[in-house]
């Protein structure tokens, strides 16, 4: 197939092009960043995941995977940031529905990029694909942000909604910045630790987004999790034991609303994510334990 991919220089959209070239599809890239093309990208398009998509990138395109959107946890949510990552998302989405909508020949899937905050503070609740959408800002944007998505299946297209857990990879996101923490004997819990954290393997997130375009049964939202959530205390208790290190420090929850402002809420709330969906289409997970994920993380290079 030829497969666009929005945010292609991203941590995930590196990682699924590489994949995909692997599987033998055609890769076009667009991103606010892009690149001359490669064994990975045949072709690459500038986007500011804003405007209209340029319409010459669905020429031919038999699927288009929508992963572009402002990082939520790049810092405090000023009014001007939390607004960026909203209409990164809902108007960026738009833009690309849009564009498949006036595109000659229309693809026929759409694996468009939600998160886990769609569920918000669920304390001990199982959260399946069928839980509706909680509160909170998360919540807010991951509900606006599927609807705009959704658009696609009026327009005929097969459409898969991942909602990403924690993404967990050597090369970028939470990862680097926890183990670093760790490393240096600053690792423990944030707030009770009794909260779940739902994360997965960049291998398996990448793996799962693969699987969803090559399976026609890969309907609807889908929850992009390892299949045993864990509490944030265990991601503590794991990590040290991984790494040898002590984990003394506890970061209670007043300090983190001080230190974050309401970015904190990310990291308190609790929301325990089955992957059974996942499981019961018939994905293998790679890393289906967090001591096994971080093991890899942990032994290999970098």
């Known amino acids: ?9 991203g941590l995930l959209g590196k990682a699924l092009g590489r994949e995909l070239a692997m599987r033998g599809h055609e890769c076009w890239g667009l991103s606010r960043r892009p690149r001359a093309p490669d064994a990975t990208f045949a072709r690459w398009f500038a986007w500011d995941a804003f405007g209209p998509v340029p319409g010459e990138v669905l020429e031919g395109v038999d699927a288009v995977v929508h992963l572009a959107g402002e990082p939520v946890a790049d810092g405090r949510w000023t009014p001007e940031r939390k607004r960026r990552i909203l209409e990164s998302r809902t108007l960026g989405t738009r833009a690309v529905v849009d564009a498949i909508g006036q595109a000659s020949a229309r693809p026929k899937v759409l694996l468009a990029a939600s998160a886990v905050g769609f569920y918000g503070n669920r304390g001990e609740e199982l959260l399946g694909e ?88 890969a309907v609807g939202p889908l929850n992009t999790v390892a299949p045993h959530p864990v509490r944030n205390r265990e991601l503590t208790q794991t990590l040290a034991s991984v790494l040898h290190r002590p984990a003394f420090a506890h970061a209670p929850a007043f300090a983190l609303r001080l230190l974050l402002g309401e970015l904190a809420e990310a990291v308190l709330e609790s ?25 890899a993380l942990t032994s290999s290079p970098g």
């Open 1 to 9: 197939m030829r497969v666009l991919l929005s945010g292609a220089s």
């Open 130 to 217: 069928d839980a509706v959408a909680g509160t909170g800002f998360l919540a807010e944007v991951c509900t606006a942000w599927e609807q705009q998505s959704g658009r696609a299946v009026e327009l005929g297209l097969r459409l898969v909604q991942h909602r990403i857990g924690v993404v967990l990879a050597r090369e970028g996101g939470a990862f680097p910045k926890i183990r670093r923490a760790f490393s240096l004997g600053a690792g423990g819990n944030l707030g009770s630790g009794e909260q779940f954290f739902p994360w997965i393997h960049l291998d398996d997130a990448v793996g799962l987004f693969a699987f969803a375009l090559e399976n026609p049964a």
């Open 271 to 295: 929301e325990r994510v089955s992957a059974e969906k996942a499981t019961a289409l018939g994905y293998a997970f790679r890393y289906p334990t967090l001591g096994g994920a971080l093991f």
